[in-house]
């Protein structure tokens, strides 16, 4: 049971960091030099913060869905919804970065946002720490679109 345990917390950091692998090559590929051209606002952080900050939110992440996997109480639709969130998640850096369309990125966090909520709320009666740990992801993403929107009325 303990081998298969961490095999499964490691299988779940994989599956979500693939999510963060994918907006951060359609980043590195597509950010400059459009990113530097764009106004931006005097709140937003320095290029520096993202990276920690996104870390520290997939692992997060992972945990959380790791401890409703570990829970017996545990439905498939959990799973299902998560995933397409990872997904609705992962497309955002390329909406943004690679098409840069800044007002289809601003949708897509309201999207995220709406997963996140949703993934709250069906955490919550399963496993409390799974609902907490998703609530830094919840501010971070509010924070997100309110510098999203920013752009979006900046240019």
Do not use: Q
């Not at 997939?58 to 990872?86: D, R």
């Not at 409390?128 to 929107?149: D, G, H, Q, R």
């Amino acid at each position: 049971m303990i081998n298969n345990k961490y095999i499964s917390l490691i299988g779940f950091i994989i599956i979500t960091f693939a999510a963060s692998a994918i907006g951060s090559l359609a980043t590195r590929i597509y950010k400059e030099p459009w990113y530097s051209s764009i106004n931006k606002s005097s709140f937003n952080p320095p290029d520096w913060v993202f990276a920690p900050v996104w870390t520290t939110l997939y692992i997060f992440m992972a945990v959380a869905i790791w401890l409703i996997w570990m829970n017996p109480m545990k439905t498939k639709k959990i799973f299902y919804i998560y995933f397409i969130h990872l997904l609705v998640n992962a497309t955002w850096s390329v909406i943004f970065f690679g098409f840069h369309e800044i007002f289809l990125a601003l949708i897509n966090i309201v999207l995220i946002i709406f997963f996140i909520v949703w993934l709250i709320k069906l955490y919550l009666p399963i496993n409390k720490m799974s609902a907490y740990l998703m609530i830094p992801y919840l501010a971070w993403c509010c924070y997100a679109f309110i510098l999203n929107l920013n752009l979006y009325l900046l240019n």
